[in-house]
């Protein structure tokens, strides 16, 4: 499959799992080029094809495809510039983790080790006008340290390796803000402790072969 017929299966997949509505989100990858793959602005990614796809330098300017670029190409290109290993970015605005971002602050607390190991430390960034470099600012101190993040009124954001890899991401964040908020509607969910997730951490990489370093995760 190639990178942009990956694009196209998870821009089905984010619509069919309701982490969009209507015209909402945007996806990219960074192509062996070093050029960027993304959306156009105003489709519904349930419609989205081969075609709706479009090929930018890292400047904005377009490269192939028609229609216009993603109203916010500045927080992908932002991403990809700052993280030289991101090769995929989602952004949607999955309900559960959306409203999380309504009501948390500064980051989500350690609940599950499957999470902490895949996902590691999750920021709440502070609210930022769509499309504007403020969203970029509010992304920028975590950016080294984080691939997922919710944006306060605004949705969420996960970098990936692959556009799979991204998705997947989203899908475990989207799941994760769920069970979150159903618990706390039944009562006062239990954390991980700190003795937790030091445990956790020292046998991520025997046991997982995941490396983990716990100075970027308490």
Known sequence: MSVKEELVKVCHLVYKNKFVAAYDGNISARTENNTILITRSGICKGDVTADDIIETDFDGHIISGNGKISTENKLHFFIYQKRKDAKAVVHCHPVYATALGLIEENFLAHYFPEVLLTLGKIPVCRYATPST?????????????????????????????????????????????????????????????????RDLLSISESTYGIKSDINKIL
């Open 133 to 197: 470099s403020e969203v970029t600012d509010s992304i920028e101190r975590y950016l080294a340290d984080s691939n997922a993040f919710i944006l306060q009124n605004h949705g969420a954001v996960t970098i990936g390796n692959s556009v799979m890899d991204a998705y997947y991401k989203m899908e475990k964040l989207e799941h994760t803000a769920k069970t979150i908020l159903a618990a706390r509607a039944i009562g006062n969910p239990r954390t991980l402790t700190e003795k937790n997730i």
